[in-house]
């Protein structure tokens, strides 16, 4: 069984100009997902490979230890890119180069660094023992509920629940749903063969983060984990070099 590790990290930034290389506690923010890679690597002896436009990132990536020779295609370096059809063209570029195909693609997102190796171990645990499922991606419990909470506009022009079925009249009582934390992804070979272009597939699974994970979209994203982490309020370790 082979595993790919792919980090994609595009330069171009609007929310956070430099977010992936911007310093975090002191480290740029790419090098703890490269660290949780290489904890993961060792233990399952996978190849780590990175997708990047940005001859900064390349090097803020050397010197934690990840070199490559590729770089991503313009077409894939736009804001309006997928991620899926990214992450396809260095999966096909690094089975070339390394003379083999891949069972297993592991996908970190450089932005949502909060996870742990147990996480990624328990979570491809969950995958592997699951011949059906085609991909699994990392989630949180969500903060609001489409059947209690969340509400859109109708075609009548008016606003009502994004999900009414049945009279729901208590959060405790509604549908569990989740919160996708973009913090990483595992994909099986074959889900990038049935031309998927979302995370999305019919056989999607989930792993349920036991603890506090999220994305850093904004600028107030960012300095609230650098204070988590400076100040050591994080109850799990994200970087231990």
Not at 118 to 125: G, P, V, Y
Not at 211 to 234: G, M, R, S, V, Y
Request: net charge negative; hydrophobic share 40%.
């Amino acid at each position: 069984m082979t595993t790919l590790i792919t980090i994609c990290a595009r330069g171009g930034s609007k929310g956070i100009p430099g977010k992936n290389i911007k310093l975090l506690n002191g480290i740029p923010l790419i090098a703890y997902t490269i660290w949780i890679a290489q904890q993961f690597a060792k233990q399952h002896n996978a190849d780590i490979a990175i997708s990047t436009d940005d001859e900064d990132i390349k090097q803020a990536a050397l010197e934690f230890g990840l070199h490559t020779t590729y770089t991503r295609p313009a077409l894939f370096a736009t804001d309006t890119a997928g991620k899926i059809d990214t992450i396809f063209d260095l999966l096909v570029y690094e089975e070339n180069n390394q003379g083999k195909k891949y069972d297993y693609i592991l996908d970190l997102d450089v932005t949502s660094p909060l996870r742990t190796i147990a996480d990624l171990n328990a979570a491809f645990k969950i995958i592997e023992e699951n011949s059906e499922a085609l991909n699994l991606f990392s989630v949180n419990p969500a903060a609001r509920n489409p059947y209690f909470n969340m509400v859109e506009k109708k075609e009548t022009g008016f606003y009502d629940l994004v999900k009414r079925e049945g009279a729901i009249l208590s959060r405790q009582t509604a549908p569990q749903v989740f919160d996708l934390n973009a913090s990483f992804y595992f994909y099986k070979r074959a889900f990038f063969e049935q031309n998927n272009k979302t995370v999305f597939s019919q056989r999607s699974l989930i792993y349920l983060m036991p603890h506090l994970c999220f994305d850093l979209d904004h600028p107030i994203d960012f300095e609230f984990l650098d204070f988590l982490l400076t100040n050591n309020k994080l109850e799990f370790a994200i970087w231990k070099y």
